[in-house]
């Protein structure tokens, strides 16, 4: 998973959707993997001799292949690997984004790894550090931190008062909207104001404290950390606010060198011209033989009509793309990155 960091871009939503698919998913695996593995072994146990009836079903519930001799598509216990790369944004997109996160992190047999390789700042750290105990990792000049609160905005009352121009605000409450753009504001509601950012500010802090439960919090810490500063990989490492210095290539190789079976996922939007296959179906397609002709057949079914009426397309769709690409050149203008909050 790879949130985009844009604002009003449906990230919460986005996890939302994706992190109940994995929890759920895996649910109904464990309990088919319990369910399989119990009436195997209790079919086991019924043709054996009376005197081999006290074997250990252990080594066959934690056994690598099933009883067939198929290796199943998922295990009982799952990593999840989410690719962050987000300077934050707006307190309510990335606070509801970073719950959605720690429910994964708390469901059993679920283990929520996070990369960082290039920046994870303000909202985005407040979804990083939802990963699970020592599983937070970021690359070693990847932009850490920033745990803080930014509230902006432009007031033009004085000008407006050179050009004889009078704005008139009317609200009910006296708290309404102390930050104005037209009306004049107070001192008193510029208070108001710094005093709803450091509430804000204080719980942002307490959500980082209570999901990295190995740091160690002190004053000084807090003084260094807490300031909305950031922080490269190897010194992020030292404070605390990640657990390793690695890239997010590096760590998938390791694991797949270490015989994990490593599965992309992809938001799927329904069947596509007409093959009615699911992800899950992709899924268990690698298990045996059978899954794998089930697939093919339905590929082949397709004909070669369909690839006679969609060639062109492609062909359509790449020069658009080449006319876009050179388009953009001409128009990019400054760095292709930005400061924010």
């Known amino acids: 998973m790879k949130p985009d960091s844009r604002v009003g871009n449906g990230?919460?939503?986005?996890l939302r959707?994706?992190?109940?698919?994995?929890?759920?998913?895996?649910?109904?695996h464990v309990n088919k993997r319990q369910h399989d593995a119990t009436n195997a072994v209790s079919s086991r146990l019924r043709s054996l001799p009376r005197y081999f009836s006290k074997t250990s079903s252990s080594s066959s519930s934690h056994n690598h292949r099933t009883f067939k001799g198929i290796r199943p598509a998922l295990g009982n216990e799952l990593e999840?690997?989410?690719?962050?790369?987000?300077?934050?944004?707006?307190?309510?997109?990335?606070g509801l984004a970073s719950s959605h996160?720690?429910?994964?992190?708390?469901?059993?047999?679920?283990t929520l790894s996070v990369c960082v390789d290039r920046v994870a700042a303000s909202g985005g750290y407040m979804m990083a550090c939802q990963a699970s105990r020592g599983h937070l990792y970021a690359a070693p000049f990847a932009m850490v931190g920033s745990i803080g609160v930014l509230m902006e905005t432009i007031n033009v009352n004085e000008v407006l008062k050179r050009y004889g121009v009078k704005p008139l605000v009317i609200k009910a409450g006296k708290n309404k909207a102390p930050l104005k753009t037209l009306g004049e504001v107070t001192q008193e509601e510029l208070k108001m104001a710094q005093d709803d950012a450091d509430v804000i500010h204080e719980a942002f802090q307490q959500w980082v404290m209570e999901s990295r439960p190995d740091v160690v919090v002190s004053k000084e810490w807090i003084e260094k950390v807490c300031t909305g500063s950031v922080f490269l990989g190897k010194e992020a490492r030292e404070l605390g606010l990640v657990d390793r210095v690695v890239t997010s290539d590096e760590y998938v190789a390791e694991r797949i060198a270490a015989g994990d079976?490593?599965?992309r996922l992809i938001p799927y939007k329904g069947p596509q011209f007409g093959l009615n296959i699911s992800p899950l179906d992709l899924l268990l397609s690698g298990m045996d033989a059978e899954g794998r002709a089930k697939i093919r057949g339905r590929i082949q079914g397709l004909g070669m009509g369909l690839f006679r009426c969609v060639a062109p397309m492609f062909r359509v769709g790449?020069?658009?793309?080449?006319?876009?690409h050179m388009a953009s050149l001409q128009t990019q203008q400054g760095p292709g990155y930005s400061w924010a909050a």
Do not use: C, M, W
Request: hydrophobic share 45%; charged share 25%; no cysteine.
């Open 11 to 14: 990230l919460a939503e986005q």
């Open 17 to 28: 959707d994706t992190v109940s698919f994995l929890i759920e998913q895996h649910r109904d």
């Open 80 to 94: 999840v690997v989410l690719f962050l790369d987000s300077p934050g944004g707006t307190v309510q997109d990335y």
């Open 101 to 110: 996160l720690a429910r994964l992190r708390k469901e059993p047999q679920i």
């Open 261 to 263: 079976r490593v599965i």
């Open 318 to 324: 790449a020069a658009v793309g080449v006319l876009n």
